[in-house]
Each structure stands twice: as C-alpha cells, then as structure tokens.
T-cell receptor, first 116, second 114 residues
Framework: SQTIHQWPATLVQPVGSPLSLECTVEGTSNPNLYWYRQAAGRGLQLLFYSVGIGQISSEVPQNLSASRPQDRQFILSSKKLLLSDSGFYLC???????????????FGQGTRLTVV | AQSVTQLDSHVSVSEGTPVLLRCNYSSSYSPSLFWYVQHPNKGLQLLLKYTSAATLVKGINGFEAEFKKSETSFHLTKPSAHMSDAAEYFCVVSSFGGYSTLTFGKGTMLLVSP
C-alpha cells in the first residue's frame, strides 16, 4: 500500500532563517506531488505541484520554493523565513491520471511551522 | 475554472442527531468531488468521493453525500453524530486534465455536544 511521510511534525524557526521540509511517498511510482499551506479559517492553499522529477509549478508567488530531486521526494524550502510563513504545511500525492478527470489526493500528517 | 463554497463555517449538533454539511461547487467540466475530514493538527483523511458513477456516495464512518447536478451541490450527511465526528470538514472539487489539482472549500467545523 501507499504511504506518505512528512517531517518534521512541528518546527519553530526565527525570522530570516532557512527552511527545509521534506516529504516522501512509498508504494507508488510517478505520483503527482503537492505542497499546501493551511491558515486558520482560510482553507487550503496550493503552493506547488509537480508531475515529475525536476518539474515544479508554482501557484502562488512568495518566499518559498519547491524541488523534486527524486521521483517520490518533494522538498519545500525557503532561504529566509518571514513571519507570514507561519502555518500548517501539508504534502500530498495523487496518482497520475493522464487526461482523465482528477483523482483524490492523499495527505501527510502536516508540519506546524511557527516563525518567531 | 472551478470553485467550492461551504455554506457554513460552523455546525453544532448533539450526539445522536443528524449531521448536514452543505457544499456547492462550480466547474467548467464534469467534476470529481470529495469530502475530507481533518482532526486538530492532523493531515486530511478522505471520507468519500464522487467520480461520475452513482450520485449517492457512501464513505467511511457512516457518512454519505449526494451529487445533485441541477443544484450544483454535494452535501455531506450522517444519520447520527458521534462525539468522534467533531472535526473540520472540507469539500473539494478536482480539475479535469493531465494533473489533479484540488480546489478546497474553506471548511466547516463540526461541533458535537453530549
């Protein structure tokens, strides 16, 4: 069966420090991968998605970047964190669907990031 | 373009009474629709999904949802609430195309009192 791992679970970082959140998926190949951010009362905001190694699409221009160095690894990074980067970050994967209608995504347990 | 509107930010019920969480969607294509549940500081768990098969979809933990194209709705129901159902629920629509990006509603917090 497929599993998704995301770490760390919680993180407290000072303003201006770098960030690296990692996500890995097991039990599937060539997944679509996603980073979402969740702010209180605002639902989930798609930050980045990837359909293959080295292929990253950004939905929202901001202080963050993403990379996909391996098929089942997705990394969220920042060179200098801002206070506004605080939030709950979720990694997710879905099966590649070709031209068919979208399929569901499966989520990791999330990372609570607090920038102080 | 696609969007999702969850009509209630909070819903309060008593244990043992029915649950209704309302969702309306907008989509340029025949949509795939999902309900997810999130407990505090946890990831999202898929409750159920609609992908153009039966319009009444049954999910986990006794939840079900009915796709009504004429009303562009996908409301989530459960006959009898349990304390463990207290959580935030998200209605989600999926795009049609080469990748699956999900558009989330803002969520409905379900509060269950004894």
């Amino acid at each position: 069966s497929q599993t998704i791992h995301q770490w760390p679970a919680t993180l407290v970082q000072p303003v201006g420090s770098p960030l690296s959140l990692e996500c890995t998926v097991e039990g599937t190949s060539n997944p679509n991968l996603y980073w979402y951010r969740q702010a209180a009362g605002r639902g989930l905001q798609l930050l980045f998605y990837s359909v293959g190694i080295g292929q990253i699409s950004s939905e929202v221009p901001q202080n963050l970047s993403a990379s996909r160095p391996q098929d089942r690894q997705f990394i969220l990074s920042s060179k200098k964190l801002l206070l506004s980067d605080s939030g709950f970050y979720l990694c997710a994967w879905s099966a590649y669907t070709g031209i068919r209608a979208g399929t569901e995504a499966f989520f990791g347990q999330g990372t609570r990031l607090t920038v102080v | 373009a696609q969007s999702v509107t969850q009509l209630d930010s909070h819903v309060s019920v008593s244990e043992g009474t029915p649950v209704l969480l309302r969702c309306n969607y907008s989509s340029s294509y025949s949509p795939s629709l999902f309900w997810y549940v999130q407990h505090p500081n946890k990831g999202l768990q898929l409750l159920l999904k609609y992908t153009s098969a039966a319009t009444l979809v049954k999910g986990i933990n006794g939840f079900e949802a009915e796709f009504k194209k004429s009303e562009t709705s996908f409301h989530l129901t459960k006959p009898s609430a349990h304390m463990s159902d207290a959580a935030e629920y998200f209605c989600v629509v999926s795009s049609f195309g080469g990748y699956s990006t999900l558009t989330f509603g803002k969520g409905t917090m379900l509060l269950v009192s004894p």
